[in-house]
């Protein structure tokens, strides 16, 4: 009877969701597209909206590796290498504008044909995110901006002789205001001198200063950032 009853309870435990984290291209304008992908045993399409994480520069999708199996557990989540990055096309070091990033990951956006999605992005990610979040209004549901810069990053791969003028001379500011989307801001720790931390300018947006460091927001922590995203994109 004692063991019937242990048996009883055991099996009335929910079951922990199994996470698949896989390896990917997709085709788009500048060729091959790499990224993983973490989705729940159920396959994710089915369940909550899809995620994307778009990473800083001279980065890869491998900076959300941590972060990928907390989310994954209940929607699919997508981390690719922006173009010019990782294992993604044209070559590392091709000079690109933000409108190449957002162009790419808009195609990206397509051939998945998501009719849904909520971006996470941290500094060039978050640009790229905030840019896609306005052109998209009816595809992009959510938008979570981890340490956003005011302007674009000075770097080999996104240089300012390759940016169009109009979007490259934003202010952070100004991009925020035109999100009309439920939107939420993260200033960790040791957010970068280009980091200005904003305000929320409309009803609809959130902001946290944040208490780890991004190493350990992205490692250890990862956990409790991922907690904190399902708070705010299920709610």
């Known amino acids: 009877m004692t063991q ?13 969701a199994q996470v698949h984290t896989r390896r990917a291209y997709s085709d788009g304008r500048n060729g091959q597209l790499h990224l993983t992908t973490a989705y729940p045993s159920g396959g994710g399409f089915d369940e909550r ?17 941590a972060l990928l199996p907390e989310l994954g557990r209940e929607r699919s989540v997508y981390a690719p290498d922006l173009p010019a990055h990782g294992y993604s096309d044209p070559a590392p070091g091709t000079v690109l504008g933000l409108a190449d990033h957002v162009a790419a990951i808009g195609d990206f956006l397509d051939s998945m044909r998501l009719r849904a999605v909520d971006l996470v992005g941290h500094q060039l990610g978050a640009l790229i995110a905030a840019e896609l979040a306005v052109q998209r209004p009816q595809q992009v549901r959510r938008v979570v901006l981890v340490s956003m810069p005011e302007q674009l990053p000075a770097s080999p791969s996104v240089a300012a002789s390759a940016r169009p003028a109009p979007t490259a001379s934003k202010p952070a500011s100004v991009r925020l205001a035109a999100i009309t989307q439920q939107t939420l801001l993260l200033y960790p720790a040791d957010a970068p001198a280009n980091v200005k931390r904003l305000e929320p300018v409309q009803t609809q947006h959130a902001a946290s200063v944040l208490t780890q460091r991004t190493d350990e927001l992205y490692g250890a922590a990862a956990p409790e950032l991922a907690r904190l995203l399902r708070t705010f994109l299920d709610r």
Do not use: I, M, N
């Not at 909206?49 to 590796?65: D, I, N, Q, R």
């Open 4 to 16: 019937a009853r242990r048996r009883s309870q055991s099996t009335s435990q929910p079951a922990v």
């Open 49 to 65: 909206t899809a995620v994307v994480c778009l990473h800083p520069e001279a980065a890869t999708g491998t900076w959300f590796k």
